[in-house]
C-alpha cells in the first residue's frame, strides 16, 4: 500500500512545533543541570508540584502516567530523589497502602529557581503553540 503524498503546510507546521518542542525540552534539560537537578529529577518534581488536583503529591502509578515512564523507572528516581532530599514519602489519609510523594524544602527551593529560569522559553513553547492553532 502506498502512503497518501504529503502536503508541505502541515509537514512545516509539524516540524517547526517539533523544533519548538525540543528547543523547549533542552533549554530545560540545561537549567535543571545548572540548578543542580538531572532533567529527570526536574520533571520529577515539577510533576508532583504541578499534580491534578492542586494537592501538590503524586503516587508513584500517577507519575509513571504522567512522565510516560515505566513504573520500576519512576521507582529508581523516586529513591534517587528521595537519597537527594528533595522529596519525601506520605502515608495516603485514604489508603495506608499508597504513598504520596511531596517536595521537600529543598526539594521546593531547586525547583521554584529553575522554573523561574525557564520563564522565557516557557512562553515562547506557548506562542509558537498559538501560531498553529
Aim: with cysteine; proline share 5%.
Amino acid at each position: 500500500m502506498e502512503a497518501p503524498p504529503l502536503s508541505p503546510d502541515p509537514l512545516r507546521a509539524t516540524a517547526a512545533l517539533r523544533a519548538s518542542l525540543r528547543r523547549f525540552e533542552r533549554t530545560s534539560e540545561q537549567i535543571a543541570l545548572a540548578r543542580g537537578l538531572t532533567p529527570r529529577q526536574y520533571l520529577l518534581l515539577l510533576m508532583i508540584k504541578g499534580s491534578p488536583g492542586g494537592g501538590e503529591r503524586a503516587t508513584v502509578s500517577e507519575l509513571s502516567e504522567r512522565l510516560q515512564l515505566a513504573q520500576h523507572t519512576v521507582t529508581e528516581l523516586v529513591a534517587r530523589a528521595e537519597a537527594a532530599r528533595l522529596i519525601r514519602r506520605e502515608r495516603s489519609a485514604r489508603d495506608a497502602r499508597v504513598s504520596c510523594l511531596r517536595l521537600t524544602a529543598d526539594g521546593e527551593r531547586r525547583l521554584a529557581a529553575a522554573f523561574s529560569d525557564h520563564e522565557t522559553e516557557r512562553r515562547a513553547l506557548l506562542a509558537a503553540l498559538d501560531e498553529r492553532r
